[in-house]
């Protein structure tokens, strides 16, 4: 792959500036996986700093597997451009599909919770990568299950 493709590449998956993914990939030797961790790891401390800006938008998300069990969702953000994101919107898909299958009791023990899709992540990790990449403050509000 060349260095361009490279560098679109990290950029697309941790949210970095094209910059930041060209520095660090060339202060890296060009490693894409240690790059791609130490720009998560940037990001993750930017998303830290973003936890005490207030949430006035968002978006309410459902799941429902198999007409047995479902979840509704409210995940937040600060703006309405951020809620209307893809990435926003998956965060919230992912996070109501995770209150399905896992039948949390509460937001702590659904942020906790190893994310179903990839056991070595939480929940509260996936919301701080989205954080990194949508550059807002994202919380999980609220959430009901059903189950029949």
Excluded: W
Aim: glycine residues 6%; charged residues 35%; contains cysteine.
């Amino acid at each position: 792959m060349e260095n361009k493709e490279l560098i679109l590449k990290l950029r697309k998956e941790t949210g970095a500036g094209v910059m930041d993914a060209k520095n660090t990939l060339q202060q890296l030797g060009g490693d894409y996986e240690k790059a791609k961790a130490e720009l998560m790891k940037l990001g993750l401390a930017k998303a830290a700093k973003k936890a005490d800006r207030e949430v006035k938008a968002g978006l309410v998300e459902s799941y429902i597997h198999t007409g047995r069990v479902g979840a509704l969702v409210k995940v937040s953000c600060e703006t309405d451009f951020v809620a209307k994101t893809d990435e926003f919107q998956k965060l919230a898909k992912e996070v109501a599909m995770q209150v399905s299958a896992m039948d949390p009791e509460n937001i702590e023990e659904l942020l906790k919770s190893a994310y179903i899709r990839d056991s070595k992540k939480s929940i509260e990790d996936l919301v701080k990568e989205t954080i990194a990449k949508v550059g807002e403050n994202i919380q999980v509000a609220e959430f009901s299950r059903f189950e029949i």
